[in-house]
């Protein structure tokens, strides 16, 4: 188990780093090419509502892994290590697929409701 954590921080880790350097880039390649400063900081602003929808997102994620422990807690010799893995990673799939629809509609209501109000210049 502990070899498995181990494991698990490194490629969270990795992930972390890749994810980080994607954004500077990806930043920076936006700010190269906006025609002025309005633009680029109007481009780099995250909607509230999109950060809300991102907790959303690992929450629920979170909620299936914890779900599926919770359930290897329960019936401890009924299920083996390798399957509780398995189970954490359906679990968090399944949140995955719960979201997609919520975020959908939630991004439309959004998009409905910036279309609605004029742009203030």
Same mark, same amino acid.
Request: proline share 4%; hydrophobic share 50%; charged share 20%.
């Given at each position: 188990? !502990? ?7 490194i ?13 500077? *880039? ?7 090419? &906006?025609? *002025?400063?309005? !633009?680029?900081?109007? &481009?780099? $602003?995250?909607?509230? !509502?999109?950060i ?19 359930? *290897?807690?329960?019936?401890? /010799? /009924?299920?083996?290590d ?9 679990? &968090? ?5 719960? /979201? /997609?629809p919520i975020? $959908?509609?939630?991004l439309k $209501? ?6 609605? +109000?004029?742009? +203030?210049?």
């Open positions: 188990m !502990e070899d498995a954590l181990i494991v698990g921080i490629f969270a880790s990795i992930v972390a780093i890749v994810k980080i350097v994607s954004d500077a *880039s990806t930043r920076r390649r936006l700010m190269e090419k &906006a025609a *002025s400063d309005i !633009e680029a900081t109007k &481009a780099l $602003q995250l909607h509230p !509502e999109m809300n929808l991102s907790s959303l997102k690992w929450g629920m994620v979170l909620v299936g892994i914890g779900l599926a422990w919770l359930i *290897s807690r329960w019936m401890p /010799y /009924y299920w083996h390798e399957t509780v893995v398995g189970l954490m990673f359906l679990l &968090a799939g399944v949140g995955m697929l719960v /979201y /997609y975020a $959908q509609r939630k $209501q959004i998009e409905q409701a910036e279309r609605r +109000t004029p742009p +203030t210049t």
